[in-house]
């Protein structure tokens, strides 16, 4: 059973959301939550999903946890925290486990595959972050989606293994635990998106979902409720904001809020004589641009990131095996038109994924049912669901290693001054 109150920690390229959530059951007896709190700020110290200032970082982190503990009416002391950037990588690896025919499948049995299938070697300066079972197999009969039970003689996993640089995942640590919080789990932002966004049935018959963050967009491939692959590209809507800023010569400040006001995909829709004003360097700080023009900027950039988005998922080997098409969400998948410009560069299926449809979460405010807070949203339900779960967790419970624990906590007594 998952603890009483369930904390989650989003630490973004361009916001920091902490939302908490009770334990409770829905009408037909569920597990379910109940929403308690939340607080947002601005991302600081924060590039392209990396931590890049640990004092700035650490210090946003604590303003946002205080404004969700004062909604809350209580105290955090442990958070499921989401983990994304460049830095990320995965790759794939089987594991095996003998299985006592008189028992069947049971769950340790399944849990010493997953140890066997993290048998991988890597480089001293990168950590695994998840072992995920994709599919498994039991003596002959293979495409198993749940093998607890089963009779034979012979187990094996067809595992997804996530890593990330541990210089990374040590900075993002520290940030958290300076509050005295704990780490329940370090979860991939990817694989928390889609518990908020992605239906059962696209699980089941393979969907993309690209979740367009401000300093990268997070893929992830999910086929017969496994999933099957996952990436961080290094590119986001800050990159369309900076597209704006330089071909308007505006502060970045400025093309982004031009960017959300007025930006739309589809320039074709805009009239030509539709002028908007902006603040700009240079004597004349202000002047009149045309809106389209800003549109044909972020629509050419937006067509890139699609192009990118499929030639990856091509390259992945699996881009045949997703019927469902693509979900998008984040922030960025809420400009306009950009569903009917994914169609026409993907060619599939294409809609925008809002994490209010199916979340077993009472009371979620509507601010936060937009496609912004995929991520945060999605690690609560992660946090709800965790015992249901094939994943075995390389780095353990971050709570019970008290000496790593300790060791970051010297590292950032050392950094931050008092």
Same mark, same amino acid.
């Given at each position: 059973?998952?603890?009483?109150?369930?904390?989650?920690?989003?630490?973004?390229?361009?916001?920091?959301?902490?939302?908490? &959530?009770?334990?409770?059951?829905? +009408?037909?007896?569920?597990?379910?939550?109940?929403?308690?709190?939340?607080?947002?700020?601005?991302?600081?110290?924060?590039?392209?999903?990396?931590?890049?200032?640990?004092?700035?970082?650490?210090?946003?982190?604590?303003?946002?946890?205080?404004?969700?503990?004062?909604?809350?009416?209580?105290?955090?002391?442990?958070?499921?925290?989401?983990?994304?950037?460049?830095?990320?990588?995965?790759?794939? +690896?089987?594991?095996?486990?003998?299985?006592?025919?008189?028992?069947? *499948?049971? &769950?340790?049995?399944?849990?010493?595959?997953?140890?066997?299938?993290?048998?991988?070697?890597?480089?001293?300066?990168?950590?695994?972050?998840?072992?995920?079972?994709?599919?498994?197999?039991?003596?002959?009969?293979?495409?198993?989606?749940?093998?607890?039970?089963? +009779?034979?003689?012979?187990?094996? *996993?067809?595992?997804?293994?996530?890593?990330?640089?541990?210089? %990374?995942?040590?900075?993002?640590?520290?940030?958290?635990?300076?509050?005295?919080?704990?780490?329940?789990?370090?979860?991939?932002?990817?694989?928390?998106?889609?518990?908020?966004?992605?239906?059962?049935?696209?699980?089941?018959?393979?969907?993309?979902? %690209?979740?367009?963050?401000?300093?990268?967009?997070?893929?992830?491939?999910?086929?017969?409720?496994?999933?099957?692959?996952?990436?961080?590209?290094?590119?986001?809507?800050?990159?369309?904001?900076?597209?704006?800023?330089?071909?308007?010569?505006?502060?970045?400040?400025?093309?982004?809020?031009?960017?959300?006001?007025?930006?739309?995909?589809?320039?074709?829709?805009?009239?030509?004589?539709?002028?908007?004003?902006?603040? *700009?360097?240079?004597?004349?700080?202000?002047?009149?641009?045309?809106?389209?023009?800003?549109?044909?900027?972020?629509?050419?950039?937006?067509?890139?990131?699609?192009?990118?988005?499929?030639?990856?998922?091509?390259?992945?080997?699996?881009?045949?095996?997703?019927? %469902? &098409?693509?979900?998008?969400?984040?922030?960025?998948?809420?400009?306009?038109?950009?569903?009917?410009?994914?169609?026409?560069?993907?060619?599939?299926?294409?809609?925008?994924?809002?994490? +209010?449809?199916?979340?077993?979460?009472?009371?979620?405010?509507?601010?936060?049912?937009?496609?912004?807070?995929?991520?945060?949203?999605?690690?609560?339900?992660?946090?709800?669901?965790?015992?249901?779960?094939?994943?075995?967790?390389?780095?353990?419970?971050?709570?019970?290693?008290?000496?790593?624990?300790?060791?970051?906590?010297?590292?950032?007594?050392?950094?931050?001054?008092?």
């Amino acid at each position: 059973m998952p603890k009483e109150i369930i904390t989650a920690i989003d630490v973004g390229t361009t916001k920091i959301c902490v939302l908490v &959530g009770a334990v409770t059951h829905d +009408s037909l007896g569920k597990l379910a939550l109940r929403f308690l709190g939340s607080g947002v700020t601005k991302s600081r110290g924060i590039r392209r999903g990396v931590v890049m200032d640990v004092p700035e970082v650490t210090a946003a982190i604590g303003e946002v946890i205080e404004i969700a503990e004062r909604e809350a009416g209580l105290r955090i002391t442990s958070a499921y925290v989401g983990i994304a950037g460049s830095h990320i990588a995965t790759t794939n +690896s089987k594991g095996i486990s003998p299985i006592d025919s008189y028992h069947g *499948v049971t &769950g340790a049995d399944m849990h010493r595959a997953l140890e066997g299938a993290q048998a991988v070697s890597l480089p001293e300066s990168r950590e695994m972050i998840h072992v995920i079972a994709r599919s498994w197999q039991v003596d002959e009969q293979d495409g198993i989606q749940q093998p607890l039970g089963m +009779s034979g003689h012979r187990l094996e *996993v067809d595992a997804h293994i996530v890593t990330g640089t541990t210089m %990374a995942i040590n900075n993002l640590a520290q940030c958290v635990l300076a509050h005295g919080i704990d780490i329940d789990e370090l979860v991939l932002e990817p694989l928390a998106s889609g518990e908020a966004v992605l239906t059962p049935e696209e699980r089941q018959m393979g969907v993309i979902m %690209a979740d367009i963050g401000g300093g990268t967009t997070d893929l992830a491939l999910f086929r017969g409720n496994g999933l099957w692959h996952t990436e961080v590209l290094d590119m986001g809507g800050n990159h369309l904001t900076n597209d704006v800023a330089m071909g308007l010569r505006a502060p970045f400040e400025v093309a982004e809020e031009l960017k959300l006001r007025y930006g739309h995909l589809q320039p074709q829709k805009i009239a030509e004589d539709e002028q908007v004003w902006a603040t *700009v360097f240079g004597d004349r700080s202000e002047r009149t641009f045309s809106r389209r023009f800003i549109s044909q900027i972020l629509e050419a950039r937006a067509e890139e990131v699609c192009e990118i988005i499929q030639k990856r998922t091509q390259a992945s080997g699996y881009g045949h095996l997703v019927p %469902a &098409g693509i979900v998008l969400t984040g922030g960025s998948s809420q400009l306009s038109g950009v569903v009917e410009l994914s169609r026409r560069v993907f060619g599939m299926p294409v809609r925008i994924g809002y994490p +209010s449809e199916n979340v077993p979460i009472q009371g979620l405010r509507r601010e936060l049912q937009l496609p912004a807070y995929a991520t945060s949203v999605g690690l609560l339900i992660w946090g709800l669901h965790e015992d249901a779960r094939a994943i075995h967790r390389p780095l353990s419970n971050l709570r019970e290693d008290n000496a790593w624990v300790d060791r970051l906590r010297g590292w950032l007594r050392n950094l931050l001054p008092g």
